[in-house]
């Protein structure tokens, strides 16, 4: 079994990190708080919403890398439950991703906003009862907090197990 995850998938983990911290980040800050009448909105939209539809597109190639490579053999940290739950985990975040991208989908479809950002079509007012929004909300939140357990994990093997199991996930010979 090899030592490290593909260098393949390593690579499109830390890309796809970056850029999924960028659209939360982005969205909470840059996007949620301003109002869709705000010209400055239009280039946000377009980044934003560009920025997810790659990311849908890395996640499927990340799902066929992860299918058709070695992976090592599960990491432990002594203790039982924690290691049931970590591949849950896993699952959980590509889930969670693939959720965003969907409702995030499904919301500029509802609302006439991919028409507007991508074809100069009219700028829905706002997104008022739009179940697609709240849901991109809700998930938004909910994978946050799972990054940061994710993190939070990572961390724990690294400094307090010192198993080194940062470079599982790092480039170098398998
Ligand atoms: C930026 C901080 C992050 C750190 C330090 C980190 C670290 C790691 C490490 C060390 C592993 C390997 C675990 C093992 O050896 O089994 C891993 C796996 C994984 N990470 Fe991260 N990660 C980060 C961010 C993310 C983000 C933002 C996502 C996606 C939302 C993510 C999704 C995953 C997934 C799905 C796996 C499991 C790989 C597989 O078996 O398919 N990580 N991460
Ligand atoms: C992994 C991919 C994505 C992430 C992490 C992400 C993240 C976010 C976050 C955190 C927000 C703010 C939510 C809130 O504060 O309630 C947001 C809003 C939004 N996102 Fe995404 N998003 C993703 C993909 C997409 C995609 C693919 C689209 C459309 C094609 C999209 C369209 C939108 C729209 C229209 C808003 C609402 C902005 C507003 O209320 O003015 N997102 N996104």
Redesign the pocket.
């Known amino acids: 079994m090899p030592k490290r995850?593909h260098s393949a998938?390593v690579f499109l983990?830390w890309l796809?990190?970056l850029m999924?911290?960028a659209a939360l980040v982005a969205g909470t800050f840059v996007l949620a708080p301003v109002d869709n009448s705000d010209p400055a909105k239009l280039l946000s939209f377009q980044m934003h919403m560009g920025l997810g539809l790659a990311i849908g597109a890395l996640l499927l190639l990340r799902l066929i890398v992860?299918a058709s490579t070695a992976?090592?053999a599960?990491?432990t940290t002594g203790i039982a439950l924690a290691d049931r739950l970590?591949p849950l985990a896993?699952w959980a975040?590509?889930l969670?991703?693939l959720a965003m991208v969907g409702s995030g989908v499904a919301l500029s479809l509802a609302s006439g906003l991919g028409n507007a950002v991508f074809f100069g079509g009219e700028m829905p007012a706002n997104f008022n009862g739009i179940a697609a929004r709240t849901g991109h909300g809700v998930i938004a939140t909910l994978?946050m907090i799972?990054?940061g357990l994710?993190?939070l994990a990572?961390?724990w093997?690294q400094l307090v197990r010192r198993d080194g199991?940062?470079s599982?996930?790092g480039f170098g010979k398998r």
């Open positions: 995850y998938l983990h796809m990190a999924i911290i992860r992976h090592p599960p990491a970590a896993h975040l590509y969670l991703v994978l799972t990054i994710h993190i990572a961390l093997h199991l940062l599982r996930m």
